[in-house]
Structures are given as structure tokens and as C-alpha cells.
């Protein structure tokens, strides 16, 4: 009996700094873990990547994937009198070779736009050749998919829109949010849709949808070692509980200008530095920001944290602050660094009850109203100040037991169960 299966990511994966590229790095070495014989990750060309803006890690120090794992990134298909969806064809184009070679093959998209649309059209194209084609789709929506694209589609009154994103999203054989708060908001915006335009996106959404939450390699942070920790934070001229820590994208929504106010005054400032690590579109303006500051000279950037360093950073703080936002733009849906420090230990997270944060965080962290300077500083006060030592390693104990749900092979076991549900088992017998 031929035992190959394969798994196929489509994603922004590495070197984009997003929660997501690393959820999928996780699924595909869990999936190396259950046995997959062929793992891929099929993504963007770098300098497509580097042309759209979006915030990337330094190139060379990116980790290495584990043996077993590829990573393609199609070239475009057409010159420039194709002015756009040159890309989308190259991917396509791939998905359809991979779809077509006879291997029992898993393709999971994460984020719809526009990577759902590739797999879905993949999977169609594929099947019209003739040829033998065994694969199930899966589409997870993040909370980006319904921010930048279904709710502007509803606010500006663009039923072809939101409908072609949608109906791509049904069109998986598994629908997936990565929280119970972006389903929700998925099937809300669907209700706004349906109750304008007679449509019937709502009812097939609220009855499909799967939460499934993001895949954490647990076992990375849990296996971190306390003199490595000390070398790298010696490395930056840091000391353990001597700076407050955001990490994350630098972007509005994330807070940093209110962590700034709130750090300018609590007591804590008088004591601990405040650490901002990290890329994105706000770069420049919160080091402005922060130029202008009174405690500038207790204010650092770091802009070339690396996938190794995080945990070590994330262990050795005071405290983490990502008092995240809702935003036009995005919303944080699930919260995937406040796990991931949970895991790492140090002192506690101080964030917000925005989208699918509590979700991640349970009642394992100090929650602050959003766009709260005062309540910021107040929360840092009592995290750096004012906990003793017993509290903290209580604290950072109950918080590390909460996070251990996320880890990469449990998520992926429970993905691969609905696959085993409308998949003959013979396909997947090891």
C-alpha cells in the first residue's frame, strides 16, 4: 500500500513578520511529526514581499525548516501587460501540479484573500484535466480577511466583493477561524450582507464554520534554557526583570503609543526599561514618539529580533505589554505572542479585551481598558512594582499550564480529525 500523503500550507510565510507565518511553520513540522511523507509551504516570491511593504524579519536570520519541509515560491506567470494577479497565477499554477500527481494531499490556506481563492481554484482547475485528484481543501479566516476585505466590501455597499470572498471560503471542504470571536465576526458581516441583498451567506457560515485555534510549537519555549536566556539578554545589554517588553507588529492597532503614555507614568519607569521589538508601518512614528519623551533615554527599539532570541527576550522581562486596539484596519483576533509568553515564563502579560484576545489569555493576564494610558500604568505598577516574588512565579506558573492547550500537534490532530471525517481512511493509514 503507498502510505505518502502530503500537506500543502499556502500562506505569507517567513520571513513576514506575522503570527500566522509562524502557525504555519508549526503545522508543517507537526505534520512531519503525524507522519506526512511530503510537506510543502507554497508562499510569495521575497521581492514580492518586499515590494508590498510588509514588515519582514532580516533576511538572514530566518530559521532554517526541518528536513522534509519545502517552501516554494512560485515565480509570476506574464509580463508586465498583466498588470496584477501574475503571482496569484504562479501559485495557482503549482497548486494545480501538485493537485494532479496522484498524492493524497491536504492544502490548507491560511487568510482567504487571496490564498483560499488559489487552493479553490486549484482544486477546480485540477479536477476539469481528467486526471486523478485526491485532495481536501481547508480555509481558515483570520481576522484581516473580514477587516480589510468583507467589512469594507459591506461599508461601501460591494456585494461582488464580499460575495467572491465568501463564497471561496464555503467552497472548502473544511471552514475554519483561528477564534470563536472571528467566526462570529465572519457570520456578522455575512448577516449584514444577507439582510441588504437576499443573500444566504450567514446560516451556511454560522453551520460550517470550526474554531481552531493558532498552532504553537509549545515544546520551543517550555524547552528554553535559563543560561541561553542570560547570554541573550547579556547580548543586549538587558538584565532579567529590568525592562517591560512589547513585541509584535508596529502598527497603530497594537498600542505602542499608549504603552509609551502609560510607561511615562507609572513608578515602574523610575526602574525598568521599556523595550519595544519589532517592525512595521508605525516604526518611525513611535520612535518619534518616544524621542519626545522624558524617559527617551529608557526607551529602546530593536527592530532585528529573530525567531531564536524571542523567547529568550519574552523570558526575561518584567512584564509584557501589547495593549492591543480594535481598529478599521485590524483587529486582533487571537493574540498569538501573548501564548507564546506565557510559555516562555518572566513577568506577567498586561494587554487587552480586544477581539479574540481573551480567548488566548484566559484569566491568565492583567487585562487594561483600551486606549488607557492611566490603566497602562496602573497595570505595569503592579506587575513590576507592587507583585511579590511568590505572586509572580504563581502568576507565571497558571499562565504556562493555560498555554500549553495551543500546542502545534493538538491543533493539527484535531484539523486532521475533520479531514479523517469526510476522507476515506484508507488514505490516511500510516
Same mark, same amino acid.
Given at each position: 500500500?503507498?502510505?505518502?500523503?502530503?500537506?500543502?500550507?499556502?500562506?505569507?510565510?517567513?520571513?513576514?513578520?506575522?503570527?500566522?507565518?509562524?502557525?504555519?511553520?508549526?503545522?508543517?513540522?507537526?505534520?512531519?511529526?503525524?507522519?506526512?511523507?511530503?510537506?510543502?509551504?507554497?508562499?510569495?516570491?521575497?521581492?514580492?514581499?518586499?515590494?508590498?511593504?510588509?514588515?519582514?524579519?532580516?533576511?538572514?536570520?530566518?530559521?532554517?525548516?526541518?528536513?522534509?519541509?519545502?517552501?516554494?515560491?512560485?515565480?509570476?506567470?506574464?509580463?508586465?501587460?498583466?498588470?496584477?494577479?501574475?503571482?496569484?497565477?504562479?501559485?495557482?499554477?503549482?497548486?494545480?501540479?501538485?493537485?494532479?500527481?496522484?498524492?493524497?494531499?491536504?492544502?490548507?490556506?491560511?487568510?482567504?484573500?487571496?490564498?483560499?481563492?488559489?487552493?479553490?481554484?486549484?482544486?477546480?482547475?485540477?479536477?476539469?484535466?481528467?486526471?486523478?485528484?485526491?485532495?481536501?481543501?481547508?480555509?481558515?479566516?483570520?481576522?484581516?480577511?473580514?477587516?480589510?476585505?468583507?467589512?469594507?466590501?459591506?461599508?461601501?455597499?460591494?456585494?461582488?466583493?464580499?460575495?467572491?470572498?465568501?463564497?471561496?471560503?464555503?467552497?472548502?471542504?473544511?471552514?475554519?477561524?483561528?477564534?470563536?470571536?472571528?467566526?462570529? %465576526?465572519?457570520?456578522?458581516?455575512?448577516?449584514?450582507?444577507?439582510?441588504?441583498?437576499?443573500?444566504?451567506?450567514?446560516?451556511?457560515?454560522?453551520?460550517?464554520?470550526?474554531?481552531?485555534?493558532?498552532?504553537?510549537?509549545?515544546?520551543?519555549?517550555?524547552?528554553?534554557?535559563?543560561?541561553?536566556?542570560?547570554?541573550?539578554?547579556?547580548?543586549?545589554?538587558?538584565?532579567?526583570?529590568?525592562?517591560?517588553?512589547?513585541?509584535?507588529?508596529?502598527?497603530?492597532?497594537?498600542?505602542?503609543?499608549? %504603552?509609551?503614555?502609560?510607561?511615562?507614568?507609572?513608578?515602574?519607569?523610575?526602574?525598568?526599561? %521599556?523595550?519595544?521589538?519589532?517592525?512595521?508601518? =508605525?516604526?518611525?512614528?513611535?520612535?518619534?514618539?518616544?524621542?519626545?519623551?522624558?524617559?527617551?533615554?529608557?526607551?529602546?527599539?530593536?527592530?532585528?529580533?529573530?525567531?531564536?532570541?524571542?523567547?529568550?527576550?519574552?523570558? =526575561?522581562?518584567?512584564?509584557?505589554?501589547?495593549?492591543?486596539?480594535?481598529?478599521?484596519?485590524?483587529?486582533?483576533?487571537?493574540?498569538?505572542?501573548?501564548?507564546?509568553?506565557?510559555?516562555?515564563? =518572566?513577568?506577567?502579560?498586561?494587554?487587552?479585551?480586544?477581539?479574540?484576545?481573551?480567548?488566548?489569555?484566559?484569566?491568565?493576564?492583567?487585562?487594561?481598558?483600551?486606549?488607557?494610558?492611566?490603566?497602562?500604568?496602573?497595570?505595569?505598577?503592579?506587575?513590576?512594582?507592587?507583585?511579590?516574588?511568590?505572586?509572580?512565579?504563581?502568576?507565571?506558573?497558571?499562565?504556562?499550564?493555560?498555554?500549553?492547550?495551543?500546542?502545534?500537534?493538538?491543533?493539527?490532530?484535531?484539523?486532521?480529525?475533520?479531514?479523517?471525517?469526510?476522507?476515506?481512511?484508507? %488514505?490516511?493509514?500510516?
Amino acid at each position: 500500500m503507498n502510505n505518502d500523503r502530503r500537506l500543502v500550507l499556502v500562506v505569507r510565510a517567513d520571513p513576514v513578520i506575522c503570527g500566522h507565518s509562524g502557525e504555519a511553520r508549526n503545522l508543517a513540522e507537526a505534520a512531519l511529526e503525524r507522519g506526512f511523507t511530503d510537506v510543502r509551504i507554497v508562499t510569495w516570491p521575497i521581492e514580492r514581499l518586499v515590494e508590498t511593504g510588509l514588515p519582514l524579519k532580516p533576511l538572514d536570520r530566518v530559521s532554517p525548516y526541518s528536513r522534509g519541509i519545502t517552501v516554494e515560491r512560485p515565480e509570476p506567470v506574464g509580463d508586465y501587460k498583466v498588470p496584477d494577479g501574475r503571482y496569484l497565477a504562479g501559485i495557482t499554477g503549482r497548486l494545480v501540479e501538485l493537485f494532479t500527481d496522484g498524492v493524497p494531499t491536504v492544502a490548507m490556506s491560511l487568510y482567504l484573500s487571496p490564498h483560499a481563492q488559489a487552493v479553490s481554484d486549484a482544486a477546480r482547475i485540477a479536477r476539469s484535466t481528467g486526471l486523478p485528484v485526491d485532495v481536501t481543501t481547508i480555509a481558515e479566516a483570520v481576522g484581516s480577511d473580514v477587516t480589510n476585505v468583507v467589512r469594507a466590501s459591506v461599508e461601501e455597499d460591494r456585494l461582488g466583493a464580499a460575495a467572491q470572498v465568501l463564497t471561496t471560503y464555503l467552497d472548502s471542504d473544511i471552514c475554519l477561524a483561528v477564534s470563536r470571536y472571528t467566526k462570529d %465576526l465572519v457570520v456578522s458581516e455575512a448577516e449584514s450582507i444577507d439582510s441588504r441583498h437576499g443573500t444566504r451567506f450567514a446560516a451556511q457560515l454560522r453551520d460550517r464554520v470550526e474554531i481552531s485555534y493558532p498552532a504553537i510549537d509549545v515544546e520551543e519555549y517550555l524547552a528554553r534554557d535559563d543560561a541561553e536566556t542570560d547570554a541573550a539578554l547579556a547580548h543586549r545589554g538587558l538584565s532579567r526583570d529590568g525592562y517591560v517588553l512589547f513585541l509584535s507588529r508596529l502598527s497603530p492597532a497594537k498600542g505602542v503609543e499608549d %504603552l509609551i503614555a502609560g510607561y511615562e507614568r507609572s513608578a515602574a519607569a523610575g526602574s525598568v526599561d %521599556l523595550v519595544i521589538a519589532g517592525n512595521g508601518p =508605525g516604526a518611525t512614528a513611535f520612535r518619534e514618539r518616544a524621542a519626545a519623551s522624558p524617559y527617551a533615554a529608557r526607551i529602546r527599539f530593536l527592530d532585528d529580533v529573530d525567531d531564536v532570541e524571542k523567547p529568550h527576550l519574552m523570558a =526575561g522581562c518584567a512584564a509584557y505589554a501589547l495593549p492591543s486596539k480594535p481598529m478599521p484596519e485590524f483587529v486582533e483576533t487571537f493574540g498569538i505572542a501573548l501564548v507564546e509568553k506565557m510559555l516562555a515564563g =518572566g513577568g506577567p502579560v498586561i494587554t487587552t479585551d480586544t477581539g479574540g484576545i481573551g480567548e488566548a489569555v484566559g484569566d491568565c493576564a492583567i487585562i487594561v481598558p483600551v486606549e488607557d494610558p492611566d490603566a497602562i500604568a496602573a497595570a505595569l505598577d503592579r506587575a513590576v512594582v507592587e507583585m511579590s516574588p511568590e505572586e509572580r512565579r504563581r502568576a507565571e506558573h497558571r499562565a504556562r499550564q493555560h498555554a500549553r492547550q495551543f500546542d502545534r500537534g493538538a491543533v493539527l490532530d484535531a484539523i486532521l480529525a475533520q479531514v479523517d471525517a469526510i476522507t476515506p481512511a484508507r %488514505l490516511w493509514a500510516v
